[in-house]
């Protein structure tokens, strides 16, 4: 392998000169995401800038079977970009032109590289705005796709299944291929976009994306509200859901989690309780009667103290707490690490599933503060790893019973974060053997040397 990677190195400068490096401290960057995997450093980075230098790359990898991650920005919470198996890594940060924006079609084509603020920001002057908010201002949008993003948005909007269109991607052998379109609907041949989205890098390489925008919205308007307990908040959100009242953003943070976002954030008014976050999308009428709606709701089970933030100052600074909400999760244990469940549920079954998830919790001795896009029934343990020997054992045992809860109850193992490496073992139980084994299929056909992220989705 030494000979075969040092091969492809040297024919990899012809067209990427020092792009492709192999200084110690960028391959250490590049060894792990922003997980509790052990990290394993590349053998070399390739900084990559257009399409066909990805297919030009992969080319030489594969005819050398050298293995070949993509990297976006190293954000991804299971594992994804750790380069198990060595090789090549493909950065693609670089890869940040937005290509083309139609405001009439409401529709635009952007390299992968393109974070979502960075669009947002472009588009802020035509009136359109793309919706997926994973959380964080670093991932980029193909890190988005390969991963099967959603975030706070997705019970409105979708996740960045919904919001793709077509996919420019680089495949094991070095062919550019192009998926979709612009069209709003196609029954035209299999949908190879939707088979590349959420397939982690396994499949193919993802270099240009064409999104599906929306409508900024005329009125928004955000609000919070407090619970005496966690049941009544979870009941509040089913109940909202099945009366049709078509919330923008529904997020849930239990007792722990927001006594450590007030600490982090320094949200004054608030205080430790179950409490959700709310946004309503709309007219300015519409927004009010939906703002309403939920509160009278919320009322019903004990909700107290809507607090409404109209402001856009006042709305930033709220969301901006729910998405520290990780930081804020690790600044409550300094020393630990945190591990971050991903379970979702159908929304009839979401109380079962929390409520079951902080027993599991108290059952384990350990912190784990929970917070969760609720709206979708997807929800987050942040499970605080003490810095003893057996402290990583006990948190991926309690992350095991709360995604055995959840596929007991009909769910999934992951809502959004994807399978990687900390999920891989759960695919067979959610799925059964005979699916596994046609994914197996899909990948065999696509990538018959296995060189594209390998040690990922699949046991072995």
């Not at 995401?33 to 990559?48: C, E, R, W």
């Not at 997705?154 to 077509?166: L, P």
Request: contains cysteine; negative net charge.
């Amino acid at each position: 392998m030494p000979e075969a990677v040092d091969a492809v190195i040297a024919a990899a400068r012809g067209f990427l000169g020092e792009r492709i490096t192999t200084n110690t401290t960028l391959r250490e960057h590049h060894s792990h995401g922003q997980d509790t995997q052990p990290p394993v450093s590349p053998d070399a980075v390739a900084f990559i800038e257009t399409s066909e230098e990805a297919a030009r790359l992969l080319a030489l990898c594969n005819n050398a079977h050298v293995p070949a991650v993509a990297w976006g920005a190293g954000t991804s919470l299971e594992g994804h970009v750790t380069p198990v198996r060595g090789g090549i890594t493909l950065d693609l940060s670089r890869m940040t032109r937005i290509i083309d924006v139609s405001q009439a079609d409401m529709d635009c084509r952007i390299e992968a590289g393109v974070t979502r603020d960075q669009l947002n920001e472009h588009l802020r002057d035509q009136g359109l705005f793309f919706p997926v908010d994973p959380g964080t201002s670093l991932c980029t949008i193909g890190g988005m796709c390969a991963t099967r993003a959603s975030g706070t948005n997705a019970v409105r909007y979708g996740t960045i299944r919904e919001n793709v269109m077509g996919l420019t991607v680089a495949l094991a052998d070095g062919r550019l291929i192009h998926t979709g379109g612009r069209v709003r609907k196609s029954a035209a041949g299999y949908d190879l976009t939707r088979l590349f989205i959420g397939s982690e890098g396994t499949l193919g390489v993802i270099t240009e994306v064409q999104l599906r925008l929306h409508g900024i919205p005329e009125a928004i308007s955000a609000a919070t509200c407090q619970f005496p307990t966690l049941r009544g908040a979870v009941a509040t959100v089913i109940a909202i859901l099945q009366t049709g009242i078509p919330v923008a953003r529904m997020e849930l943070l239990d007792e722990v989690q927001m006594g450590a976002c007030i600490a982090y954030s320094k949200l004054d008014g608030l205080e430790s309780l179950p409490t959700l976050f709310f946004e309503f999308h709309g007219s300015t009428t519409s927004v009010a009667e939906q703002a309403q709606q939920a509160e009278e709701i919320a009322a019903g089970y004990d909700g107290k103290g809507f607090s409404w933030a109209t402001d856009a100052a006042e709305r930033s600074k709220l969301w901006k707490a729910r998405h520290d909400a990780l930081w804020a999760c690790l600044g409550l244990k300094p020393g630990h690490k945190g591990i971050a469940t991903d379970a979702i549920v159908p929304i009839s079954r979401l109380d079962e599933a929390i409520l079951g998830a902080k027993q599991d919790i108290a059952a384990s001795g350990l912190t784990a503060p929970i917070v969760g896009h609720v709206g979708d029934g997807n929800f987050h343990t942040v499970i605080l790893v003490p810095p003893e020997p057996d402290g990583l054992q006990r948190a991926w045992e309690l992350d095991k019973k709360i995604v055995a809860r959840a596929l007991s109850l009909g769910g999934s193992c992951s809502g959004e974060h994807g399978v990687g490496i900390g999920k891989r073992e759960f695919l067979e139980q959610e799925h059964g053997a005979e699916a596994l084994a046609v994914m197996r299929s899909v990948k065999q056909a696509l990538d018959p040397r296995g060189i594209l992220n390998p040690g990922k989705i699949f046991l072995n």
